[in-house]
């Protein structure tokens, strides 16, 4: 049997189309023979620890930010997402880093959506060591081995190579999705795309329904 095909995700935590697409993709891995690979994306890297207000980095008034959460808000809905208004953002570096580290634990994965939730749905500063070990204990993961990999920084070439392989591929924008076809030639969207979007992706590289 052929190996299932790849689908690269470039995705932050922070990223409110990263959190809509990710439940997509969810549905997009129950129906194809895919493996979904998150690559760690740099949204905005140089936020600072206490984080930063919206209407500070977008320039506008609150008037404004009411706005983008009222849409967001109404597409969440109809993703069936919860979501809270957000008023910051925060620095996601280490929570990726911690993220990378899941991955190689049992049932690590799961930590992504637990980072989505903190910061969508608690509107927690996942920057926070604090809070990324509490969201640690809450996927069920070693609260000590992860606290050991943010003093240590265990995870930071793992995350310092997914951003270089942002840069390489030229994304500059998330979520943004790649996979290679049976030619090798790789293929990608770019932006929240709706599911019919990434099944085109997937019948373009050539990846099999599953049965049933």
Same mark, same amino acid.
């Given at each position: 049997?052929?190996?299932?095909?790849?689908?690269?995700?470039?995705?932050?935590?922070? #990223?409110?189309? #990263?959190?809509?697409?990710? *439940?997509?993709?969810?549905?997009?891995?129950?129906?194809?023979?895919?493996?979904?690979?998150?690559?760690?994306?740099?949204?905005?890297?140089?936020?600072?620890?206490?984080?930063?207000?919206?209407?500070?980095?977008?320039?506008?008034?609150?008037?404004?930010?009411?706005?983008? *959460?009222?849409?967001?808000?109404?597409?969440?809905?109809?993703?069936?997402?919860?979501?809270?208004?957000?008023?910051?953002?925060? *620095?996601?570096?280490?929570?990726?880093?911690?993220?990378?580290?899941?991955?190689?634990?049992?049932?690590?994965?799961? $930590?992504?959506?637990?980072?989505?939730?903190?910061?969508?749905?608690?509107?927690? *500063?996942?920057?926070?060591?604090?809070?990324?070990?509490? $969201?640690?204990?809450?996927?069920?993961?070693?609260?000590?081995?992860?606290?050991?990999? $943010?003093?240590?920084?265990?995870?930071?070439?793992?995350?310092?190579?997914?951003?270089?392989?942002?840069?390489?591929?030229?994304?500059?924008?998330?979520?943004?999705?790649?996979?290679?076809?049976?030619?090798?030639?790789?293929?990608?969207?770019?932006?929240?795309?709706?599911?019919?979007?990434?099944?085109?992706?997937?019948?373009?590289?050539?990846?099999?329904?599953?049965?049933?």
């Amino acid at each position: 049997m052929a190996e299932p095909i790849t689908l690269e995700v470039f995705s932050d935590y922070v #990223c409110p189309w #990263c959190y809509l697409g990710d *439940n997509r993709v969810k549905k997009l891995r129950d129906e194809y023979d895919v493996t979904i690979k998150l690559v760690h994306f740099p949204l905005h890297p140089d936020t600072p620890a206490e984080g930063r207000t919206l209407a500070d980095m977008f320039g506008v008034g609150a008037g404004e930010i009411a706005q983008k *959460n009222a849409r967001m808000q109404g597409l969440m809905k109809e993703e069936g997402l919860p979501f809270k208004d957000r008023s910051h953002t925060y *620095n996601s570096r280490l929570a990726q880093e911690v993220g990378k580290w899941a991955e190689t634990q049992e049932g690590g994965a799961g $930590i992504h959506d637990k980072f989505f939730e903190a910061y969508f749905v608690d509107q927690r *500063n996942i920057g926070d060591v604090e809070v990324i070990l509490d $969201i640690v204990k809450a996927a069920g993961l070693d609260v000590d081995e992860a606290a050991k990999v $943010i003093e240590e920084r265990t995870f930071k070439d793992a995350v310092d190579q997914d951003w270089a392989k942002s840069h390489q591929y030229g994304v500059t924008g998330v979520p943004t999705f790649v996979a290679a076809g049976p030619d090798g030639q790789l293929h990608g969207l770019v932006g929240a795309q709706p599911y019919e979007g990434l099944e085109q992706l997937m019948q373009t590289i050539g990846a099999a329904k599953k049965a049933g």
